[in-house]
Every structure is written in structure tokens, then in C-alpha cells.
T-cell receptor
């Protein structure tokens, strides 16, 4: 049971490049989400999914796309990277969207956009 | 807009001290409040609180929710250097999304 895995751990992009951050979980969790964490800003929700085929926007969705074709995978796509997207990105999953859930976080991806 | 405010933003104490971290919130249709500890990497779950006045405890850590005051506190007694971390508070409201505070950075010096 690997929990929540994220790849890559580190990435450097040039402005305008696109890339996909991978997230996978093997706990059969329904709910998955992506956060970004900037110094002094806490965690901010980018996109989330309550099940395969269903996604929705969080607090800071601009510049990012997601899809959820399977229960296990929830990739985050940066369409045209900008320096403002330099951040640490965390993927998280939980059993369900109801009251009694706790989120398990992946190890994070540190992204730098130059 | 849902909002979570943590205080203080940073705190430096000596080993053995007791600390109290605060979290206040404004959310529509409150459902739960969660505390996380973040060391070098990903946050790890500490407590979830849904009912007012009930204390959750785990060793030297405890937390209580006050729904009337829209707040929660996290207490750590007999602090150790290993307690040094960022402590995050998050609240789930009617939107069913977690809203996080900015965190309290705790440093425990030997």
C-alpha cells in the first residue's frame, strides 16, 4: 500500500512550457484534490474531484487543468507555465466527501518556473 | 467567502513549555475542523473536530472546538524539539472543500 504518490519530486520549467504533475493513490479513495503551498500562504485548493469523471474548481484554478478518468489517478496539467506558478504542489485523497474524512497527502512536487 | 485565521503566525519556545495555538473561522454551514502538523514535507493529520466542547487528545497534544466562538485551540504540553513544525488548521464548510489557514510555525529550542 503506497498511499498517495506524486511525480516528479522536483521540476524546473521555462515560462510558457507545459507539463503534467502526476498523482496516484492505491487506497480506493473517492475524493482527490490538488493544493499549492506558497510561503506564508498556507495551502490553497486548485482543483478537486469527488469521483472518476467528476472534477471541480477550487480557490485558485486559473492556469491549471485536471481530469479524473480513473479512481486512482488525478493528474494536474499546467497549460503554459508562469513564474507565479512557482510553488510546492500537494495532491491529497480521502475516503469520501462526507463529514468523516481525513485527507492523506502526497510528498509534494516542488516546481520552479523561470 | 470561507476564511480561516490562525494565530500566532510564529512562536518560539523552550523545551518543556506549554503552547496554545489558535484557529478562528468564518464558513458557511460548518462541518468539521482539522489540525495538521507539517514538518519538512507533506502535512500529517492530527485531529478532526465536529462537535463543540469535546476534547480530542493524543499524548501531549489536545484540541477543542468552540462552535459558539467559531474557534479552536491546539495545546501542546511539555514541548519537545520534535514538535517544531508548522501547524495547519483547516475547516470544511458547506462547499465540502477544505479551507486552510496560513499556519503557525512553532520552533522549540532545547
Amino acid at each position: 500500500n503506497a498511499g498517495v504518490t506524486q511525480t516528479p519530486k522536483f521540476q524546473v520549467l521555462k515560462t510558457g512550457q507545459s507539463m503534467t504533475l502526476q498523482c496516484a493513490q492505491d487506497m480506493n479513495h473517492e475524493y482527490m484534490s490538488w493544493y499549492r503551498q506558497d510561503p506564508g500562504m498556507g495551502l490553497r485548493l486548485i482543483h478537486y474531484s469527488v469521483g472518476a469523471g467528476i472534477t471541480d474548481q477550487g480557490e485558485v484554478p486559473n492556469g491549471y487543468n485536471v481530469s479524473r478518468s480513473t479512481t486512482e489517478d488525478f493528474p494536474l496539467r499546467l497549460l503554459s507555465a508562469a513564474p507565479s506558478q512557482t510553488s510546492v504542489y500537494f495532491c491529497a485523497s480521502s475516503y469520501s466527501r462526507d463529514r468523516s474524512y481525513e485527507q492523506y497527502f502526497g510528498p509534494g512536487t516542488r516546481l520552479t518556473v523561470t | 467567502e470561507d476564511k480561516v485565521v490562525q494565530s500566532p503566525l510564529s512562536l518560539v519556545v523552550h523545551e518543556g513549555d506549554t503552547v496554545t495555538l489558535n484557529c478562528s473561522y468564518e464558513v458557511t454551514n460548518f462541518r468539521s475542523l482539522l489540525w495538521y502538523k507539517q514538518e519538512k514535507k507533506a502535512p500529517t493529520f492530527l485531529f478532526m473536530l465536529t462537535s463543540s466542547g469535546i476534547e480530542k487528545k493524543s499524548g501531549r497534544l489536545s484540541s477543542i472546538l468552540d462552535k459558539k466562538e467559531l474557534s479552536s485551540i491546539l495545546n501542546i504540553t511539555a514541548t519537545q524539539t520534535g514538535d517544531s513544525a508548522i501547524y495547519l488548521c483547516a475547516v470544511e464548510g458547506g462547499s465540502e472543500k477544505l479551507v486552510f489557514g496560513k499556519g503557525t510555525k512553532l520552533t522549540v529550542n532545547p
